[in-house]
C-alpha cells in the first residue's frame, strides 16, 4: 500500500493490522542491533497478526486481554510481556508519528501486563567454574572464561573485533541499549585475551562462532559434569553475584554491565544466602548480654539501658500530660541554668 497516497480518514478505515505490523517491521529493521533481535522482533509480529486478523481501527481492549489471555495458555508470562511491548510500541507509532489512529484510540492503554517472577538466582560456584573451564572444548575456553570474567552479553563478545580491544578494556561502539559501552579487564580476562591469534583489526576476536554453538557447548559440559538449570547467560549473573558478595557497589556492577537502570542490576547481583546468614548473625552482639569490661556495639536505651538513662526519662505526675520538651536538649539546659 502507498500509505502517502491514502488521506488520513480514508487510512484509518482502510488499514488492515497485518499492513501496519509490516511497516512496524520495516520501521525496527534499521533500529534493532543485529540480526538475531530482528529475527525475534518478526517472530513476536508474525504471532500478532494471527491473532489480529481485522482492521486496525477495530481493535479493542478486550480483543488485546484476550489475546493475552490465550498466549499465556501456550507461552511463558516473560515472552507474552515482550509480545506485548511489542504490540504497545506499534500502537504508539500508529497514534503518535504515524497519525493512522486519534492520539488516545491506543487499546493497549487500558491493558494490564501480566507480572513476572523470573528474577534467577542460580550462579556458578568458583569450584564450578574452574570445572567447567577444564571440561570445555580448547574452542570454547577463552569464550567462557571471558564471558564469565567481564559479565559481557554472547552477542557483546562474539561480534567484538579486535580494533575495540585496548591493554585493559574494550570499548564497544555500541551496545544492547543502543549506547557506547567500556567493559573493563582484569588481569584474568587480559591473560585470555593473550592467548588468542590475533587477527586484523576489522577481524572479530571469535570467527565462524555461531551463538547457537556455544550456548550448546556450554549446554553439553554442564550435563558432563551434572550442574543443573545454569543456562549460558547465567554466566553473566555469575560475574554480577561474584562482584556483589565482595561487596561491589550495584551502580559499579551495573556500568560493568551496561545496566541503565540498577532494578536490573538487582536481578543479577543477588547476595550469597550465607552472607545474609553471616549478617543477621552479626545481630547477636545487639540482643545478647554484653560481657564485663567491654563496651557494647550498638548504644539504645532498649539495649544499654542504665539507672542514669531511667532517671533521664523518668516523668513527674505533672509533666506527663505536658508536650515532651524536656527531651529538648536546648530546654534542659535552660532550665538547668534557671
Not at 504490540?87 to 500508529?94: I, P
Not at 561474584?242 to 547476595?271: C, F, N, P, S
Request: proline content about 6%; hydrophobic content about 40%.
Amino acid at each position: 500500500m502507498h500509505w502517502a497516497r491514502c488521506g488520513r480518514n480514508n487510512l484509518q478505515q482502510v488499514a488492515t493490522f497485518a499492513q501496519v505490523a509490516d511497516r512496524y517491521l520495516a520501521y525496527q529493521k534499521p533500529r534493532l542491533l543485529g540480526r538475531n533481535s530482528y529475527q525475534r522482533e518478526s517472530g513476536i509480529v508474525d504471532d500478532l497478526k494471527a491473532f489480529f486478523t481485522g482492521k486496525l481501527a477495530d481493535i479493542t481492549s478486550s480483543q488485546v486481554s484476550d489475546f493475552i489471555t490465550e498466549r499465556l495458555g501456550k507461552v511463558t508470562k516473560s515472552s507474552v510481556r515482550k509480545e506485548l511491548v511489542t504490540l504497545k510500541h506499534l500502537f504508539r507509532l500508529a497514534c503518535g508519528e504515524w497519525k493512522l489512529l486519534p492520539r488516545f484510540a491506543n487499546p493497549c492503554l487500558d491493558v494490564t501486563t501480566p507480572r513476572v517472577h523470573d528474577e534467577r538466582t542460580q550462579h556458578l560456584s568458583p569450584d564450578q567454574f574452574r570445572r567447567v573451564l577444564a571440561a570445555a572444548p580448547d574452542g570454547m575456553k577463552p569464550i567462557f572464561a571471558l564471558l564469565t570474567a567481564t559479565g559481557m552479553r554472547r552477542s557483546e563478545l562474539l561480534g567484538c573485533k579486535w580494533k575495540y580491544v585496548d591493554a585493559t578494556r574494550i570499548l564497544l561502539p555500541t551496545s544492547k541499549n543502543d549506547e557506547p559501552k567500556e567493559v573493563h579487564l582484569n588481569v584474568f580476562a587480559q591473560k585470555v585475551l593473550a592467548s588468542i591469534p590475533q587477527g586484523e583489526p576489522d577481524d572479530v576476536l571469535f570467527p565462524g562462532v555461531a551463538p547457537k554453538a556455544v550456548s550448546m557447548a556450554f549446554h553439553r559440559v554442564c550435563e558432563v559434569l551434572k550442574i543443573s538449570d545454569i543456562p549460558l547467560r547465567d554466566l553473566r549473573h555469575t560475574f554480577g553475584t561474584w562482584l556483589r558478595q565482595r561487596g561491589v557497589e550495584l551502580d559499579v556492577i551495573a556500568a560493568q554491565l551496561g545496566h541503565r537502570d540498577l532494578r536490573m542490576t538487582k536481578r543479577y547481583a543477588r547476595i550469597a544466602a550465607a552472607q545474609v546468614k553471616q549478617a543477621v548473625s552479626g545481630l547477636d552482639s545487639v540482643f545478647l548480654p554484653v560481657p564485663e569490661g567491654e563496651e557494647p556495639a550498638v548504644s539504645h536505651p532498649i539495649v544499654t539501658e542504665s539507672e542514669e538513662t531511667k532517671e533521664e526519662l523518668a516523668l513527674t505526675s505533672l509533666e506527663r500530660w505536658r508536650p515532651r520538651r524536656d527531651l529538648n536538649p536546648r530546654y534542659r539546659r535552660e532550665r538547668a541554668m534557671s
